[in-house]
């Protein structure tokens, strides 16, 4: 079955350190990855799509099928990057519908 | 604001109540999911309405729920005789095209307590 895991529940960082959130996801086909964003009181948004290969806010991902994971990484965290991030399967055919992982809470400490 | 919204953002209910869920998509998307959020967990699918049409439904989607996307524009999710595990945040979300890239935009949500 399609699942998606990642591991940390919580990750503290101090700001200017680099950070990584870890997703892996077991799927057999070409998967379709993203990673979304909920920032303190406001609605899940997107952040990157692997297909696109984009950086956005400093945070890049890249799609290893070999290990089956699609890690966020910044070099440097900021204060600002403090929120849920959740990674997302979409399976590419029929509905698209997401297959979340559980969720990271980043908390970057000044 | 032009995004995906819900009404209402927060429902009290008590147990055996029905209640019913508002999601207006993104004027031009054709595409329409549902999910549920329950503490700690992601978000789960529930349902997904291509046009006026549901294509899909999860098996969490028991008969006590029903959604509805009447002339394909906005949609209800109705949950009858309300339990005590219906408690959650419920989520909508509208997606442009068909294919690989097309991310889905969220709303925010409405959150159900039932006592």
């Known amino acids: 079955a399609q699942r998606v895991t990642q591991p940390e529940k919580l990750l503290s960082v101090f700001k200017g350190a680099p950070v990584e959130l870890k997703c892996n996801y077991s799927?057999?086909?070409?998967?379709?990855l993203f990673w979304y964003v909920q920032y303190s009181r406001q609605r899940l948004q997107l952040l990157l799509r692997?297909?696109s290969r984009e950086s956005i806010k400093g945070f890049t991902a890249d799609l290893n099928k070999g290990e089956t994971s699609f890690h966020l990484k910044k070099p440097f965290a900021q204060e600002e990057d403090s929120a849920m991030y959740y990674c997302?399967?979409?399976?590419?055919?029929?509905?698209?519908?997401?297959?979340f992982g559980t969720g990271t809470r980043l908390k970057v400490l000044a | 604001d032009t995004g995906v919204s819900q009404d209402p953002r927060h429902k009290i209910t008590k147990r055996g109540q029905n209640v019913t869920f508002r999601c207006d998509p993104i004027s031009e998307h054709n595409r329409l999911y549902w999910y549920r959020q329950t503490l700690g967990q992601g978000p789960e699918f529930l349902t997904y309405?291509?046009?006026?049409?549901?294509?899909?439904k999860s098996r969490l989607l028991s008969d006590r729920f029903s959604a509805e996307r009447p002339k394909g524009s906005f949609s209800t999710l109705e949950i009858q005789r309300t339990e005590q595990g219906d408690s959650a945040m419920y989520l909508c979300?509208?997606?442009?095209?068909?294919?690989?890239?097309?991310?889905?935009?969220f709303g925010p949500g409405t959150r159900l307590t039932v006592t």
């Open positions: 309405f291509q046009n006026e049409a549901q294509l899909e």
């Open positions: 979300a509208s997606s442009l095209g068909v294919g690989r890239g097309y991310e889905q935009y």
């Open positions: 692997h297909i």
């Open positions: 997302a399967l979409s399976l590419p055919s029929g509905t698209y519908k997401y297959i």
């Open positions: 799927y057999s086909g070409s998967p379709e």
